[in-house]
């Protein structure tokens, strides 16, 4: 903390104006002295002087001293205590040790995994681990091709027809969902590194606006883990409703036999 | 000499130090003698107003301003970062760490294995080793285990293809939990440092350390969604498995009513 800039210059003025008045009086010749009638009252003015001397000395330099005490000591408690350079320097170097670690996980969760043998799963599953939100248009296509287009009109009935409809539609776009989620981690990963980059040679102050920005990407990374996490919930919700649908269409179709049953049943009778 | 004064002050406002030294030396010489001579009452009025402007207005301001100085000084040093405070949270870290840093690791390091044969076995040893390294062998082993793919006459193109991706998904998963094990052990150890480094943290530096725990916790975060897609992907796989027998059921079934159709009409 500093003096106010109109304490400073109202010091400085009175100081200068003291010292002014002396020099005058000091250099001024005899003559000029007394046409200033200085000379019958020099021990006046000396005294003046000097309590005037007396009066820097004690109610200007002294707080003036303290001030600066305190001045120093706030400096060194900062220094210290608040902001030692090792201990930011060490926290820094945190980061650099954590990058290595970023780089290895990153590379690791990149070895290929897949492990289809037949060709028409293997183009499924290159899609699906492609990581590319490009391919996700191409699924459809590899999706029918291993487990079968809709059922044809004369093979099933409406009902059973949309059923299967809305399974493949949740089913893929689970699979296509997948691949947005990988594309969508792997850019947090970069980003993770970057920040990352950026920590090691941040300062104290920084470092809040880079962690602002980190809590941002993971608001973010939250978000797209929920959007998935729905994804999962109405795949087997879907699940969950085909096990209901099969047993509404076994009913009906008990009954279905029930009556045909009975009616065979009665002509053979007649 | 009062109208002199408060030209003097007004002065003082207006110029600056040197040039209200130069000014004043210039009045004084080329003032008419008349003008230069002024009484001493004058010059002890002149005198009295410096120093009571040296002690009320410059001496009670420095006393202020070294008055709020002091208040912040303590405020800082007693309020915002007390060293015994400071001392005490490191000391709460290390203390921590000391308590529960141990039995979280033996706890994460208690094996699960629990397979008994030998096919299983060295499956569960590779599932749970956490070593990415070890992922060329899955097929292997998990074929040991699960089978391989039938012969392309043993079974129709259909259920081979999806037996096959059932496998390969089932596979992928497998492995992607491999590699996420692994990279929960370097997730812990950054945890680790990153608690380590706490402790002996200040203030000024534990922004940077904070800082870096979060960017470790978007990366923990940006791994899950790649669990989360894996499962994904596993949950489509099973409802694609179970719809396409759904559609070969149909299929069948109107298959064999065609069939019976066929038989009724020629007995």
């Keep these: ?270 | 000499m009062t109208k002199l004064l408060t030209a003097l002050k007004s002065l003082r406002l207006q110029l600056s130090g040197k040039r209200f030294i130069a000014v004043l030396a210039i009045v004084l010489v080329l003032a008419p003698v008349s003008a230069q001579a002024i009484g001493l009452g004058d010059i002890v009025s002149l005198i009295k107003t410096i120093t009571g402007t040296l002690q009320d207005a410059v001496g009670t301001v420095l006393s202020e301003i070294q008055g709020i100085q002091t208040t912040i000084n303590n405020y800082r040093q007693q309020i915002i970062w007390p060293l015994n405070e400071l001392n005490r949270a490191r000391g709460f870290v290390s203390a921590t760490r000391a308590r529960y840093s141990g039995l979280m690791s033996q706890i994460q390091s208690i094996k699960n294995n629990s397979a008994s044969l030998v096919n299983p076995k060295q499956l569960e040893s590779l599932l749970r080793g956490g070593q990415a390294g070890g992922i060329p062998q899955f097929q292997q082993f998990y074929t040991r285990v699960y089978a391989a793919v039938p012969e392309a006459n043993a079974a129709r193109p259909i259920h081979r293809d999806m037996m096959d991706i059932d496998d390969a998904l089932a596979m992928d998963a497998l492995k992607t939990t491999v590699v996420s094990d692994q990279t929960t052990a370097q997730l812990l150890t950054l945890a680790d440092s990153l608690e380590q480094q706490s402790a002996s943290a200040a203030p000024g530096s534990a922004p940077l350390l904070a800082a870096q725990a979060r960017v470790t916790d978007l990366l923990a975060q940006a791994q899950m969604a790649k669990m989360l897609a894996a499962e994904l992907r596993q949950e489509a796989a099973k409802l694609a498995h179970q719809n396409a027998l759904l559609k070969q059921s149909a299929t069948a079934t109107r298959n064999l009513q065609n069939q019976m159709q066929q038989i009724l009409k020629h007995p």
């Design chain 1, 1 to 270: 903390m500093k003096l106010p800039a109109n304490s400073w210059t109202l010091l400085r003025n009175i100081v200068l104006l003291a010292l002014a008045l002396a020099v005058v009086v000091l250099i001024l010749p005899g003559k000029a002295r007394s046409q200033l009638g200085l000379d019958p009252c020099c021990a006046i003015i000396s005294a003046g002087l000097d309590t005037i001397s007396g009066l820097l000395k004690s109610v200007v330099a002294k707080p003036l001293a303290s001030i600066q005490q305190i001045e120093q000591q706030a400096s060194d408690f900062e220094r210290q205590v608040v902001w030692p350079a090792a201990a930011i320097n060490q926290a820094r170097s945190m980061a650099v040790q954590a990058e290595g670690q970023f780089v290895q996980m990153r590379q690791v969760f990149q070895l290929p995994v897949s492990s289809a043998t037949l060709p028409t799963p293997q183009q499924l599953e290159q899609s699906l681990l492609s990581r590319n939100p490009g391919a996700v248009a191409q699924i459809s296509n590899d999706y029918s091709a291993l487990y079968g287009p809709i059922t044809a009109q004369t093979d099933a009935p409406q009902p059973i027809r949309d059923l299967v409809d809305m399974t493949d539609a949740a089913a893929q776009a689970a699979m296509k969902r997948a691949v947005e989620i990988d594309a969508l981690a792997d850019l947090e990963l970069q980003a993770a590194e970057q920040i990352n980059q950026q920590l090691q040679t941040a300062a104290p102050g920084s470092a809040d606006i880079l962690e602002a920005q980190t809590s941002a990407w993971l608001v973010r990374a939250n978000a797209y883990t929920q959007s998935a996490m729905a994804e999962l919930i109405r795949v087997r919700s879907i699940e969950l409703a085909n096990e209901g649908a099969r047993l509404k269409f076994s009913t009906s179709h008990t009954g279905t036999l029930h009556s045909t049953g009975g009616q065979v049943l009665q002509q053979g009778v007649q």
